[in-house]
């Protein structure tokens, strides 16, 4: 919880910066299109468990239960609730949920929130 308030005021810090801009294209969060995002995204990395950074054993069993839930395969939840870029692979999941997160707060995807949540827990 520290780190992710530290990750906003960085944010909002660096919130005048511009000239970085994704075009809106859901390749990232919405919201993400600054200079300031990359570092979130990046930040996202830095405060997941390198030991979980291989497999985040806890967010496969999370996107697997959710799809079955929402009766979508797994790629098409991971790009509806957080982006195209963090159906790359795990690590790349959980960095975007973050910057997701830190952007857009509780308007955030469900899956996005849900994933930052077992960062804080330490059940990735």
Same mark, same amino acid.
């Given at each position: 919880?520290?780190?992710? =308030? &530290?990750?906003?005021?960085?944010?909002?810090?660096?919130?005048? %910066?511009?000239?970085? =801009?994704?075009?809106?294209?859901?390749?990232?969060?919405?919201?993400?299109? &600054?200079?300031?995002? $990359?570092?979130?995204?990046?930040?996202?990395?830095?405060? #997941? /468990?390198e030991r979980a950074a291989r497999n985040? /054993?806890?967010?496969?069993?999370? $996107? !697997?239960?959710?799809?079955?839930?929402?009766?979508?395969?797994? *790629?098409?939840?991971? +790009?509806?609730? %957080? *982006?195209?870029?963090a159906d790359t692979n795990p690590s790349?999941? %959980?960095?975007?949920?973050?910057?997701? $997160?830190?952007?857009?707060?509780? #308007? #955030?995807? !469900?899956?996005? +929130? !849900?994933? $930052?949540?077992?960062?804080?827990?330490?059940?990735?």
């Amino acid at each position: 919880p520290q780190m992710l =308030d &530290t990750g906003r005021e960085a944010l909002e810090l660096a919130d005048g %910066v511009a000239g970085w =801009d994704n075009g809106g294209t859901g390749f990232h969060p919405r919201g993400a299109a &600054t200079p300031a995002a $990359v570092a979130m995204h990046e930040y996202g990395h830095l405060i #997941a /468990p390198e030991r979980a950074a291989r497999n985040y /054993p806890g967010v496969l069993r999370l $996107v !697997q239960r959710r799809a079955k839930e929402d009766r979508v395969p797994p *790629s098409r939840l991971i +790009r509806r609730e %957080v *982006s195209r870029y963090a159906d790359t692979n795990p690590s790349e999941l %959980v960095a975007e949920a973050v910057l997701d $997160v830190l952007i857009n707060g509780d #308007a #955030a995807g !469900q899956l996005a +929130r !849900q994933i $930052v949540e077992l960062l804080r827990t330490g059940r990735l």
